[in-house]
């Protein structure tokens, strides 16, 4: 975090570490070699700016860790350095405060402890049927003579229609929803240029509008609905802001939306490219909620997140003084061979997929994490049981973004004859 474009690319081509990491990551290259090398240093890596870490239980040290805290990122512009800070701004921000990715105990505890209350597992399970006749319809609305595009025609929507509901968005209301979780999507990533940056800040200042309209009308109409069961938490005076209120709405959005949609993405791209792994699940289906593990293990959909030390510290031994950014690189990790045997393999029966960090750790684990397994579960068995025979197409493209590892396009042919 923190650090914009232009110096990640100088710091890359010094050798700088996680200069090379976010560089090769936009450009599409596996990274595995590198992690290794990265891990070969010991428990961290030194950086131009601080450290940067491959092993499993560093990134739990550090994300667990009282002595660092969550950073906001700093835009850069290019050559000309230009920084702009959103905080200035009023507009609220999927990654800027008071988002909860950024704000810290006992801010965080609260606001934290509020948010969970209504993001139960259960209230998850709730929503499972409503995904499936989700996930048909989207798959119903597929022509299987023609080559599609999963991305556009299904990873990109099941997710929105999703987190739709739990927001209680109106049928009429959801293009406009979908519009904006694209167009805010590139403000979770890392390094964004100025020129998208304003073009990001008119999409969240509309968002923003439509948003505090939307709660009043919830509030004047609750329905049966997260973002509902939020605002009365907040009407009854038990501490969420106005602007918590909104902002953990519009991460709600902007994280399902990203994420959510490269987990189908980088799925249905690793099950159709081993058929070895699909024969498996289709003797042993159980497996199914495991494999979703192991696909975010293998390819994760966030690939680092980073924290400031805030007081002198020492991580397995190694000192890191106050001031310094550690990059936690998730997607290391989860190739760490002390924790995952043969950890470049990708097994849908590995019996410890669930030990990734693509949730990340401590007291910032990803609140949507029992949403989007379930998600991840119900949309690629719906679309491998709807096509067995699913083929990649030419054409496939990853998104050239830094933090965020997922498919730009999918193009497959669905089925044998098709
Ligand atoms: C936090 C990943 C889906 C909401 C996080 C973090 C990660 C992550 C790595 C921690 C970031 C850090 O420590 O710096 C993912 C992945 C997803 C996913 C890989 C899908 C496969 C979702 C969904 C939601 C969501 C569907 C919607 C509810 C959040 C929120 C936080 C968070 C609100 C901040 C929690 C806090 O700071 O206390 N996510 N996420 N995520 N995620 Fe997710």
């Not at 428990?43 to 660092?68: C, K, M, W, Y």
């Not at 702009?84 to 988002?99: C, E, F, G, M, R």
């Not at 293998?298 to 991580?315: A, S």
């Amino acid at each position: 975090h923190g650090v914009p474009r232009v110096a990640l690319r100088l710091a890359a081509r010094k050798g700088d570490l996680q200069g090379r990491i976010t560089v090769e990551a936009s450009n599409g290259n596996d990274l595995t070699g590198l992690f290794d090398e990265i891990r070969a240093h010991g428990p961290l890596a030194p950086t131009g700016i601080g450290h940067v870490t491959t092993r499993h239980a560093a990134v739990r040290e550090v994300l667990g860790s009282d002595a660092f805290h969550a950073t906001r990122p700093r835009y850069g512009d290019g050559v000309l350095g230009k920084i702009a800070d959103w905080a200035s701004t009023d507009v609220l921000h999927p990654v800027q405060p008071p988002s909860l990715l950024v704000t810290e105990p006992p801010d965080h505890t609260r606001y934290r402890k509020l948010v969970t209350r209504v993001f139960t597992v259960r209230a998850v399970e709730q929503l499972r049927h409503r995904t499936q006749e989700i996930a048909e319809q989207l798959l119903d609305g597929l022509d299987p003579r023609d080559p599609v595009d999963l991305i556009e025609t299904y990873c990109g929507l099941l997710p929105v229609t999703v987190i739709s509901e739990i927001l209680g968005v109106p049928q009429e209301d959801r293009a406009k929803v979908l519009a904006f979780g694209a167009a805010a999507a590139p403000s979770l990533d890392l390094g964004l240029s100025w020129r998208v940056f304003r073009s990001v800040e008119t999409t969240l200042t509309s968002f923003d509008a439509w948003l505090s309209h939307h709660i009043d009308t919830l509030r004047a109409n609750p329905g049966n609905n997260l973002l509902s069961q939020l605002i009365s938490a907040r009407d009854e005076g038990i501490g969420l802001t106005e602007r918590e209120l909104k902002s953990t709405a519009g991460l709600v959005l902007a994280a399902g939306f990203e994420t959510t949609v490269n987990l189908l993405g980088n799925g249905i791209s690793l099950l159709a490219r081993n058929p070895d792994q699909l024969e498996v699940l289709r003797a042993r289906p159980e497996l199914w909620a495991n494999t979703v593990d192991e696909v975010l293990r293998y390819d994760p959909p966030v690939l680092l997140t980073g924290r400031m030390c805030m007081r002198d510290t020492e991580i397995l031994g190694v000192p890191v003084r106050r001031g310094q950014l550690v990059a936690t690189v998730l997607a290391g990790a989860n190739r760490d061979p002390e924790v995952f045997a043969d950890p470049h393999r990708f097994d849908v029966a590995r019996d410890n997929a669930r030990d990734h960090v693509s949730f990340g750790a401590g007291r910032h684990y990803c609140l949507g994490a029992a949403l989007a397994r379930m998600e991840g579960e119900i949309g690629l068995r719906a679309m491998f049981r709807r096509f067995p025979d699913l083929r990649l197409e030419q054409g496939a493209g990853r998104r050239p973004t830094r933090i965020l590892r997922g498919f730009e396009r999918l193009p497959v042919s669905l089925t044998a004859s098709g």
